[in-house]
């Protein structure tokens, strides 16, 4: 078998939520400097303690090898510790315990807006990043009409990186980083975002770096992408390892851990995470205005309940709670958080239920999971369940044509058609 080129022995990441710690980044540590004006405004300043509320550990005893040429693919529900432990490999934050050895050249693509300085041009960051992997300018020459026509921003090469979409972004991050021929490429949820055309050149482009034997290391929640792309997976759940070893096993056990979790009833859920100040003691999904749970139908509006309870010393005042869809594949497709589409409620009662109401549901007819939070002030966790249920979309009439599209990814998106009066349109400008 080849040397490893990635070691991991027994590591771990502890975080202290709700306690001022070190920034592992730029970007944590302005997010840092926001929160602190927000308290400012709002009459408490620097003086004023943030107790620590809970001991979180991302990762915990995590140990595994990379030989060179291999292509690992790291699944896990959502909240596992995946991005975390591709941070750690990157070494852009340390381990709390534990060790890693990485050997070679590494290039990371962890999540849209990293790597880049967005005041920048397309063209200037190329060569900026070619230098920051230690490439002289003749080799980042060499390398840049193929960087810059498999990212398709020829037109907006010299426009700053901060007007690209996030398609764009994408395409010219992703570029940069697989053409650099780094010996390790690190990659977190690169298919996520882009059209279908753009994701293929993805996979391509990985295989092909895989095949010059170059290590891969590669995130993603499409079972498709992952069962082609990879050799074997390490499955992470709650921050440990469950499983490493052929892909299609981890796949498999992966779908039949998220049914599980579902399956289960919440109160008994310990693998939860939060401060437990105040807890989802209970969740149902409805069809709105029904007095009980029955057939849910694309382009019925939906209920979500959330049953919960609060320790006698629980603030309860600005308290927001959040519920997140995902598909039989554990892929996030949507979010609905009472903090960003209004704001967090004034003060609730020490138990209750508090009602999330989507109206004309845009699902198409299948399996889904429900995951639920309750967050207090300054993003404070107070509970969140992973996987807290599962419900079934039946097939509807969305568009009041009685016809779906025939594909069954994405969401269902209310429309109009219509043919422009060329001679209106014209008086109109």
């Known amino acids: 078998m080849s040397r ?61 090898d990379v030989a060179e040429g291999e292509v690992l693919g790291i699944i896990g529900p959502n909240g596992a510790g995946k991005s975390t432990l591709l941070k750690v490999l990157s ?16 290039a990371s693509l962890l999540e849209v807006g990293t790597g880049f300085h967005w005041e920048l041009s397309g063209r200037e960051n190329i060569y900026m990043n070619g230098a920051i992997l230690g490439m002289r300018r003749q080799e980042i020459q060499r390398k840049f009409d193929e960087i810059v026509e498999f990212a398709g921003v020829e037109r907006f090469l010299d426009t700053p990186v901060k007007r690209y979409s996030s398609g764009m972004y994408l395409r010219l991050a992703f570029s940069v980083a697989a053409h650099m021929e780094p010996e390790i490429l690190i990659v977190d949820e690169v298919l996520a975002v882009g059209d279908n055309e753009f994701r293929q050149k993805c996979l391509g482009k990985m295989k092909d770096i895989a095949g010059h034997g ?41 779908l039949s851990t998220l049914r599980a979790h579902a399956a289960r ?51 309860l005042r600005r308290v927001s709670f959040s519920v997140q ?15 960003v589409s209004s704001l967090p409620f004034k003060a609730i009662a020490s138990s209750g239920r508090v009602r999330c109401t989507i109206k004309r549901l845009p699902l198409f007819p299948g399996e889904y999971y429900l995951s639920c939070a309750i967050q207090g002030p300054q993003a404070t966790n107070y509970d969140l369940v992973n996987y807290a249920t599962q419900f079934t979309v039946h097939r509807g009439d969305f568009f009041g044509s009685g016809r779906l599209p025939a594909c069954t990814d994405g969401i269902l998106l209310d429309h109009i058609w219509e043919i422009v009066d060329e001679k209106q349109d014209s008086e109109c400008s």
């Open 214 to 254: 170059r290590t891969v290391v590669f995130v993603s929640h499409n079972e498709a992408a992952v069962s082609s792309l990879c050799q074997k997976v390490l499955l992470l759940q709650n921050g440990r390892v469950s499983f490493l070893g052929p892909t299609s096993e981890g796949l498999a056990l992966y």
């Open 4 to 64: 490893p080129v990635i070691s991991a022995r027994n590591l771990g990441k502890q975080y202290l939520l709700g306690k001022t710690i070190r920034h592992d980044t730029l970007r944590d540590s302005l997010a840092h400097a926001a929160r602190l004006a927000a308290r400012i405004a709002g009459g408490r300043g620097r003086g004023a303690a943030s107790r620590v509320v809970d001991v979180f550990w991302a990762l915990k005893d995590v140990s595994f």
């Open 265 to 315: 009833p919440i109160q008994s859920r310990t693998d939860r995470t939060g401060s437990g100040e105040i807890r989802i003691t209970g969740v149902e999904v409805k069809v709105a205005g029904s007095a009980r749970p029955g057939s849910i139908r694309c382009g019925d509006d939906l209920a979500v309940l959330l049953a919960y309870t609060a320790a006698p010393d629980a603030s």
């Open 91 to 106: 070494r852009i934050t340390e381990p709390t315990e534990g060790i890693v050895g990485v050997r070679g050249q590494v």
């Open 325 to 339: 869809i995902s598909n039989s594949r554990g892929q996030v497709i949507a979010t609905c958080n009472k903090y």
